[in-house]
């Protein structure tokens, strides 16, 4: 009983602390750049823990610990792959693109190309990829409080939805920001407190847990190939993970909330540090439950591992039934909460901006509209949006859709990375390359994500579950070739533009 | 707009980002390359990366860490080198700006 309260309290205070962030920011959302990029006002750390808080999703959380819980060292190594990613991101794409975007990724590859052609498809790649990201989300959430706390998948799929509506609607991207800042710290707190714990039972020595973990499940556990039986299946999902990160529309977007390249520098550094403490600390979360709770217990309560953190947190708080354990169980369950609704959030109103601001008020509107409906038509998208998303939670119920962060991911790489690249640093790129190789990348990893075992199983035509190794190759060659083939620009002044903004910072957007 | 061309085809500029271009590519191509061992290595050198190297921290853990530390170390090197861009950016446009009086 008291334990039950105790979880209904924490549930209450998240909850209230992000609708009081909610009312704080509606104040502050009076326009369309209020509503995408909250007046860009936020500072270096500030954006730093919102980007952690947007890219640490209940997979990262409850899924990688699970990876790491039942296949060990693979579980780590497909950790390591999660950071590595923002190099490419904070050497070639953070700053540029602040300089030279006003609200959305089409906004730089607009700047010099066609833009109506090129809006409308970077448009759709970037509702693909969100809509994917979504539904993964969506189905993982529904799925994981259903076991944490016990309410039925789809009022678990409608309260997520109801909030992420509530938070953007109103609050537009200040409150989203906020509740992905608080959502870091929530996380990172229960994280290092588990890892505190798990530290004073091993002596805050990882060889002695590593040597547990080699008594306990056999000395395989701490080598690779329990998980990656083919190594091409890994290199392939590695190229994804690292070329991709600078390719996530949700991600992208974060960069134009701060007033300058030099704080989105600064927030990739935060974010850097952030999130590589963070992975380095759930690979030990992930071995300390694979000793203390055991692989068998947590299928048992999760085939796909879910479930390897919150059953280690009760059992240092002091095992089932216990008052602590249940009480550290359900921390665990409220910060996967936080957690879920932080970067459902961030999705919404990504959506939004890649319908409302590219498809309606430039290739529909040809940039003529009105402010004023601006701003209205960006927060019925995000309406709309959001309740698409519980709906398409609800209707995929009890689907396997694990492999869909990692298809967001190659898509992101595919589809949207070779054109970010060439539009930002190739003279002679063009619209048809463009456009075409957007599609290609696109086309690629979807179909051959169809093709593969994640989807065919095993009638698979294509042997590996993800197609960065061949989608991604294909888009940056299909941009090359098709801008070889297609007219040049013709717009040197534009070029020279767009080169003297992202790399001196005059006349971008304040 | 002028200034844009003007500074665009200026020596300066050039040279700034050629400065950019020199550094940041080479680095993120190798760290790509890098990278990319780890799966290599965990696909096709078993043994290596199970091999304890002290007591129970196999090699494949270290090799993995060791990851995090270059990113991390990469990204404190960038920042550095972007702080001298940027003031190399700075000059640049007063310059322009005082020759146009404004």
Redesign the interface.
């Known amino acids: 009983m008291g334990v039950d309260l105790f979880g209904v309290i924490l549930f209450v205070a998240i909850v209230g602390l992000t609708m009081y962030v909610t009312y704080w920011a509606s104040k502050r959302n009076k326009s369309t750049s209020d509503f995408y990029t909250a007046s860009r006002s936020l500072t270096g750390w500030q954006n730093g823990m919102a980007i952690a808080g947007d890219y640490l999703s209940a997979a990262s959380f409850l899924g990688i610990a699970g990876l790491v819980a039942l296949n060990g ?2 579980g ?2 497909y950790a ?2 999660w ?2 990613g ?3 991101v ?3 794409v953070a ?1 540029p693109l602040r300089n030279s975007g006003k609200y959305t990724l089409a906004d730089v590859l607009a700047y010099r190309l066609k833009p109506i052609p090129v809006r409308m498809i970077a448009a759709v790649v970037t509702l693909v990829i969100t809509l994917v990201y979504m539904v993964a989300q969506m189905v993982g959430a529904g799925a994981i409080i259903q076991l944490l706390v016990g309410i039925p998948y789809e009022l678990s799929v409608l309260i997520i939805g109801a909030l992420m509506i509530i938070y953007v609607l109103f609050g537009g991207m200040l409150a989203t920001s906020w509740v992905q800042i608080i959502k870091a710290v929530l996380l990172m707190f229960a994280t290092i407190t588990m890892l505190l714990f798990l530290g004073f039972l091993f002596g805050f020595n ?3 847990l ?2 547990m ?2 008594v306990e499940n056999g ?2 556990f ?4 329990l998980l ?1 039986k ?3 299946d ?2 392939s ?3 994804a993970l ?2 991709g990160t600078a390719g996530l529309p949700h991600i992208l977007i974060r960069f134009y909330t701060v007033p300058s390249a ?1 704080e989105a ?1 600064k927030s ?2 935060w974010a ?2 952030i999130i ?1 403490v963070f ?2 600390m759930i690979a030990f979360i992930g071995f300390g439950s694979s000793v203390l709770v055991g692989p068998e217990v947590i299928r048992a309560a999760d085939q796909g591992g879910n479930m390897a953190a919150p059953l280690l947190a009760q059992y240092l708080g002091g095992g089932v039934g216990t008052l602590g354990g249940e009480m550290f169980m359900a921390v665990i369950a409220a910060v996967s909460f936080a957690t879920i609704v932080a970067v459902v959030a961030g999705l919404v109103i990504t959506a939004s901006g890649a319908f409302a601001h590219d498809i309606y008020t430039n290739v529909i509107k040809r940039g003529k509209a009105e402010e004023k409906k601006q701003f209205r038509v960006a927060r019925y998208t995000a309406l709309v949006v959001g309740a698409a998303s519980i709906l398409i939670g609800i209707l995929a119920k009890g689907q396997n859709v694990a492999y869909l962060v990692a298809l967001a991911f190659a898509i992101a790489a595919s589809a949207n990375l070779p054109v970010i690249i060439f539009s930002l ?1 190739w003279k002679r790129f063009n619209t048809t390359g463009a456009v075409v190789g957007m599609l290609v990348g696109l086309v690629s990893a979807v179909t051959l994500v169809v093709l593969g075992p994640s989807v065919m199983q095993e009638n698979a035509i294509f042997p590996l579950a993800n197609p960065g190794i061949i989608s991604v190759p294909l888009g940056f060659f299909a941009s090359f070739l098709f801008t070889l083939l297609g007219k040049p620009e013709a717009n ?2 534009k070029y ?2 767009l ?3 992202a ?5 971008t957007e304040l | 707009m002028e200034k844009y061309s003007e500074i665009a085809r200026s020596k300066e500029f050039h040279k700034l980002k050629q400065a950019k271009m020199l550094f940041i590519w080479p680095v993120v191509i190798l760290f790509l390359l890098y990278y990319l061992s780890l799966p290599l290595l965990a696909g096709y050198a078993k043994p290596l990366m199970g091999s304890y190297v002290f007591s129970y921290v196999t090699f494949g853990y270290l090799y993995g860490v060791l990851f995090y530390f270059v990113a991390w170390g990469l990204a404190y090197w960038y920042v550095r080198k972007a702080r001298q861009f940027d003031h190399e950016a700075q000059t640049l446009l007063s310059h322009y700006d005082e020759k146009k009086g404004a």
């Open positions: 060292y693979d780590f190594m390591v792959g950071l590595m923002y190099i490419v904070l050497f070639i700053e990882p060889s002695k590593f040597e973990v080699a000395p395989q701490l080598q690779p190939g990656y083919n190594p091409l890994l290199l999902l590695g190229i690292i070329l030099q520098r990739v550094i850097m540090g590589g992975y380095i640093y040197e002044e020279e533009e080169m003297v903004r790399n001196t910072g005059l006349g």
